[in-house]
């Protein structure tokens, strides 16, 4: 349970019996003493500590590196799990870092508040676990990702506990709480946060859309985000993923059959092509009149893209099927069918682009393997200046190749994509060690010394999830960065960055 | 002119003749590469680098510490001064860093954007002072903290040349943009900046309302920030700093007069104390229709709390005057009185104590003191979950007093009064130098710990703006934290860490 999290390459490695560098020992805490005294132990001990929520994480942001010889303790935070008190005047909630999904949720609406954080994970994961890899959710547009909505915090590290004042906004230096939001337990154990809640809506509607194309599909969900209209969700499918959403439904009545046959007659006359045709889904979130108001704006849109309002039923049928979607990773593995997903965002300008290259990079690895692959989009989340594009990918190998290299040939073709293309390396999924590779090729080599130096200033020992986001260093360099500048300029200086500065000429600025 | 910034004690020290450590040599490089050429001579030479935009710093952030043996190099980026590019499709420009902020809006509006930025300081700032400063804008309510609207950015480093992508969101690890955000030069020179823009709003109207008492219109703020309202701005007098605004208008018209008495005369018979009431201005942005129902949305809330529409009139000579408030600082200066700012911000539910702590705080040093003195403050941004609060103060202080002593009297009182009141250190000013010394008590111990690591670590020379959010260690330190780690402990740890988790336990959260 407590090994590693639920990406592709766990679930293959797990099937196999293949169960890594498990922990020595897995503590179950009950409150933030006892979390700082565990982590003083692990580090008397020189233990690594490896804080654990739901296990949901699909980047690999949970399991001990392979050749590590120190002890590793798993702290599962899951007794962490109340919300302690809110604040109705200021809308803030001090929660427990350790409440799963829905649980939070339930505590949130018994008092009238809702969190409105729900990832395609929400019922596997933590609060604390959203935060510590920058998540974002389904109804983020409106809500904020998890970096908006979370304000104060309270993180045990090694120097002590770190307390971030929950402010709504503050220009004293570089953004601690920034720092402890994407930092996968690299900085310390989160237990408490101050998060932004919202009284539960009076109306909430989520309406299905249908455009003609994925391009035109594209440019109006660009043109609600640079409207004066904010809905609260902003979904459209290729056509790849309409089609495998209309392939997955419930099992038609004669009445939707007779309902189909019907649109699609009527989308023939109009001139569409139905295998080019993609499903949106836009909701709606408020006061009766805001919700009617936002959805005139909207649709004005829509329309203006040529897209067709399809009714209610969709997206009422997608609200409820919303979290079951992953299930199918299980069921197609069952079958030797590795399926997996990976996230980018960009302008909206590189969307398409992006789009394209990833799709070819997918096709190309399926040519390459020779073995059959479907790879489907949707655009989740939209901001003023791009949105997150969401891929979902799966390969059918035959049974003489390794599945899981195969899937691995397939993953790196379109992570290369992203970052080849301008896009970034995960919008919301963190990078744990499955995406570590492509870090100094997305934030740049300048970046990843940054994080560097903020990991191992604030952990020399590296007992804190050693490994994640940024590789380790062999042990003996931590020390060289200062004792061979100390020794070879007079200004403490290390070598390295004259080189650095050197090589910067030859730089070009990113697409 | 490039030794330092413009804040009180800069201003006093100046019209002193006590110039302080000034740069030895000010260089305005055109080019990144010429900044790129510069930082590697000043490496090689082991010099201090100040990045210097528009020089309206007033915290400190500018000038050379006043020890400093190293030669010091002010590096000017005003030549840096174009709007590279608009992408109209994903809304973002490319923007040079030292582009002063009238000359930003002329190039965008030439082509229909604005940035929507406007500090006080505006006409004597830059885009790249904004972001080393995480600065605000008095339509942040609308357009974002400047933290909100800086999505790509180009950095010259130690390391080489930080590129972050201009992607809408991104979950790789602790957010660098964000560590660039506040970083007031210590990690490099900003040389480039991709920026929301906007289509320049059809509407544009600020009106002014009064309200019967300051709690009354800290709650209409508070409702309206809760509300489906977005305005764009959101003000808010205290019931002093009222009374400055109508003592410092024009000279009233014959007709001003009968229509302020009639105004008067009308209040009074409604039951309002005029000693007690609060200006406020909120600001409405877009479409004709859109500014009608935000209009609409927030002028019940006014209603709900007491407050009354006062019209346009206010509101435009407000946004006319709106830079010239603070040259006010000078002309009393010329009289002997120093006068200056503070900013905070807190969560709702806190606003009113915070305010009367630190009203407190300002009058009980004005009598420890035994000088005249005034407090006055606006509330200035609204946020989910709290606001900023602005405040002015004055004294008077008679000859034999040192203005600058008695000044830093009542400047302490109130940064002490934020931090003891759970707010922060700065909403929108900054650390520099003049803000240092509360840093731990507003981020925590571990908060300043992490800022050091970074600092630290991606330029252990302290050749960039040393001294600067955090105050420099002995240069011997810095080296010690490790070697003295490896020395005394088998994993490489300082010994600092346990002693500071020992300390943890009798620690208490925030107010």
């Not at 592709?8 to 503590?27: E, F, H, K, S």
């Not at 459209?236 to 007779?258: H, I, K, Q, Y």
Request: proline share 6%.
């Amino acid at each position: 349970m407590h090994g590693r999290g639920k990406s592709l390459t766990d679930l293959i490695r797990q099937r196999r019996g293949d169960l890594g560098r498990l922990p020595d020992v897995v503590v179950r805490p009950g409150t933030e003493d006892e979390i700082a005294a565990i982590l003083r132990a692990a580090f008397e001990a020189d233990a690594v500590v490896i804080p654990f929520g739901g296990g949901s994480s699909i980047s690999g942001s949970l399991e001990a590196e392979p050749g590590e010889t120190r002890p590793v303790i798993s702290i599962d935070l899951a007794r962490l799990n109340r919300v302690l008190s809110v604040d109705a005047t200021s809308q803030l909630a001090r929660v427990q870092a350790g409440v799963f999904g829905p649980d939070l949720e339930r505590q949130l609406n018994a008092q009238g508040w809702t969190c409105g954080h729900f990832p395609d994970s929400f019922t596997h994961s933590t609060l604390g676990g959203w935060i510590a890899t920058r998540s974002s959710g389904m109804q983020s547009d409106r809500y904020g990702d998890v970096a908006e909505l979370t304000r104060g915090m309270r993180v045990v590290t090694p120097s002590g506990l770190l307390t971030v004042r929950p402010v709504p906004s503050t220009s004293t230096g570089p953004s601690v709480r920034e720092m402890v939001l994407g930092s996968e337990g690299r900085l310390g154990i989160i237990t408490e946060l101050t998060i932004h809640v919202r009284r539960v809506p009076a109306e909430r509607n989520i309406l299905a859309y249908l455009f003609p194309t994925w391009p035109a599909a594209l440019a109006a969900m660009r043109d609600i985000a640079a409207s004066e209209a904010s809905p609260s969700v902003t979904r459209v499918s290729d056509a790849p993923e309409t089609a495998f959403s209309f392939a997955t439904r419930n099992s038609p009545t004669p009445l939707d059959r007779v309902k189909s046959a019907a649109l699609q007659a009527f989308l023939r006359r109009k001139g569409w092509n139905l295998e080019a045709m993609c499903l949106s889904f836009i909701g709606y979130e408020g006061s009766a009149e805001h919700v009617a108001a936002q959805r005139k704006l909207a649709e004005r849109i829509v329309k203006r893209h040529g897209g067709l309002g399809i009714g209610s039923s969709p997206g009422q049928l997608y609200d409820q099927k919303k979290f079951d979607t992953p299930y199918i990773r299980d069921f197609l593995l069952d079958r030797g069918a590795p399926a997996d997903v990976s996230e980018t965002s960009a302008p909206w300008s590189e969307l398409q682009r992006v789009y394209d290259n990833v799709r070819a990079a997918g096709h190309g690895a399926f040519d390459r393997l020779g073995v059959p692959g479907y790879v489907m989009c949707h655009l989740s989340h939209s901001y003023h200046a791009g949105a997150c594009l969401y891929f979902t990918f799966a390969i059918n190998p035959p049974e003489d190749h390794d599945a899981l290299e195969d899937y691995g040939v397939v993953k790196r073709a379109i992570q290369q994509a992203f970052v080849d293309s301008g896009a970034t390396l995960s919008h919301h999924h963190a990078v744990g060690t499955e995406h570590a590779q492509w870090l100094e090729e997305d934030i740049s080599i300048p970046g990843v010394a940054m994080l560097r130096a903020l990991f191992e200033g604030t952990d020399p020992g590296a007992n804190l999830n050693p490994g994640k986001i940024v590789a380790a260093r062999p042990r003996h360099q931590t020390g060289e960065t200062i004792s061979e500048g100390e020794s070879s300029s007079s200004n403490g200086r290390p070598g390295g960055p004259r080189s650095s500065l050197d090589a910067h000429e030859s730089s070009q600025p990113p697409a």
